[in-house]
């Protein structure tokens, strides 16, 4: 693959990344630090609660004399309030070198397709992850979210590898010989690029709601000469034909919609497929598979980072979505040890 | 001692039909979304007594940021006098061995400040 873009920073914005993406490292020392505070504490599957608004509450007080939870809170707030200020900063910085690249008219076979009058979902507007502006807050957001956080920064503090995890999740698909594949909420396209690596033969649709995501995505795309046909159109109702494609997937998608929208975004996929056609969607960790402790690490640091959707996403269960659409052989199950990403496939039936 | 326990009954006070401040965020947080934006900006972490663990910390960094701002200083000084340009800092990509050099340096730094923020340095996790 070819960068769209060269990413060469200089010195402030390099080193204010750097420090971002490695004090995020020292949080995920600290927090493996409060999860042995908690314990201590008594807290175990036995003594926490069940529901999960009081298990907040009872691990907030078990932790009120905990350094290490106090300063895992502090660094995290200010990795919230900072991280999309940094890159922002860094933009900036090297302005005179990013804005002519991102500028420059991409020449290519990839299109771009803004269908007027469209509906996007209310729940979009939302400033998802805390990046301030939202997914279009920025006139380039596509590459300051696309490379600056996502491959500097999230890249690197991640548990494993961000993009080897897109390539395996686009494998869990149960053929090789699809013939056209959407990929709902493609953003800047990380995801796209796996399924286009695992399906070279396969015509490539992306959908999206962020314009500026999809802008940077045509260039990534037009620069290594991929013909993506990307919409801003919304995956609940895309407008596309029924019947159009053979695959329908998603990478960590559905626990940025509410979970009426991703009964809705099923019901759109299974529409989409041809009968025998596949969906594989993936997306986070099942609270129920997690042990109560991480579910509640999980769960209060989704508040704070803004995904308001992450708690009823991650208790939907994601197999009887999909059959209540009509799927059938529905599978659902975690990759790896940290069972993550969470894979749910299904076929319609012919 | 009088006016601790004034302050705390103070802040144990709340307003009918709420047991705490805690409880009220966390009861409305079903579905999760009504309670982000009180999540992350009500909530006081740094408390009172977490106030002098903060000033070790800024001291610790203070000093660290002198040291780097005088070496800078003394470089600039060094590469203007034996002609180069300092301003070729702000463009200069560093190789991979000094990319490794620097985040080594990084890691460490980011290590001795965050560990001052804890009486008894970084604590392990178990």
Not at chain 1, 95 to 121: D, F, H, S, Y
Not at chain 1, 326 to 348: C, D, E, H, Q
Not at chain 2, 46 to 70: M, N, P, Y
Request: proline share 4%; glycine share 8%; aromatic share 8%.
């Amino acid at each position: 693959m070819t960068n769209a873009i060269s990413t060469r920073l200089r010195q402030h914005g390099r080193a204010e990344l750097s420090f971002v993406a490695d004090l995020g490292l020292v949080g995920g020392h600290l927090k493996r630090v409060v999860r042995h505070d908690i314990e201590a504490r008594g807290l175990n599957a036995k003594t926490l609660a069940a529901d999960l608004d009081e298990r907040d509450e009872q691990v907030e007080n078990a932790l009120s004399d905990s350094r290490a939870y106090a300063n895992y809170r502090m660094l995290h707030r200010w990795g919230l309030g900072n991280l999309t200020r940094a890159a922002f900063d860094a933009f900036d910085e090297n302005r005179a070198e990013l804005e002519p690249q991102l500028k420059r008219p991409t020449k290519g076979p990839a299109t771009l397709t803004v269908p007027e009058n469209i509906e996007i979902p209310k729940y979009w507007h939302n400033w998802f992850h805390n990046t301030t502006g939202g997914w279009d807050g920025h006139e380039y957001m596509g590459f300051i979210h696309g490379e600056l956080i996502h491959r500097w920064i999230v890249g690197t503090t991640f548990p494993g590898n961000i993009f080897k995890q897109r390539e395996e999740a686009a494998a869990q698909a149960p053929r090789t010989d699809y013939k056209r594949v959407l990929d709902m909420g493609c953003g800047t396209g990380h995801y796209t690029r796996a399924l286009t690596a695992r399906f070279p033969e396969a015509e490539i649709w992306g959908a999206d709601c962020s314009l500026r995501e999809l802008q940077y995505a045509v260039r990534v795309a037009n620069t290594n000469g991929w013909a993506w046909q990307l919409h801003r159109v919304p995956n609940e109702d895309t407008g596309f034909k029924s019947g159009h494609f053979d695959l329908v997937t998603s990478y960590i998608l559905l626990h940025e919609v509410p979970a009426d929208s991703i009964r809705a975004t099923f019901r759109e996929a299974f529409r989409l497929l041809e009968p025998g056609g596949d969906m594989v969607m993936s997306d986070v960790t099942r609270y129920q598979e997690m042990d109560p402790i991480a579910v509640w690490l999980q769960d209060s640091a989704a508040k704070r980072e803004v995904e308001p959707f992450w708690r009823e996403s991650a208790t939907l269960d994601l197999k009887r979505a999909a059959e209540e659409v009509g799927f059938v052989n529905v599978a659902s199950y975690g990759l790896g040890a940290m069972k993550y990403p969470w894979i749910v496939r299904g076929t319609k039936p012919r | 001692m009088a006016k601790k326990k004034a302050r705390a009954a103070a802040k144990t006070t709340k307003p009918k039909g709420r047991t705490s401040s805690l409880r009220a965020t966390t009861r409305a947080a079903k579905p999760a979304r009504r309670a982000v934006m009180r999540e992350t900006s009500d909530r006081e972490f740094l408390t009172r007594q977490r106030i002098e663990d903060l000033g070790q910390g800024f001291v610790t960094l203070a000093g660290e940021l002198w040291v780097v701002k005088d070496r800078l200083a003394v470089m600039e000084n060094l590469l203007d006098k034996h002609g180069i340009p300092a301003h070729e800092i702000d463009t200069h990509e560093p190789d991979e061995a000094f990319k490794e050099q620097l985040a080594k340096a990084r890691k460490a730094y980011i290590q001795r400040v965050i560990a001052s923020l804890f009486p008894r340095g970084m604590p392990k996790a178990g």
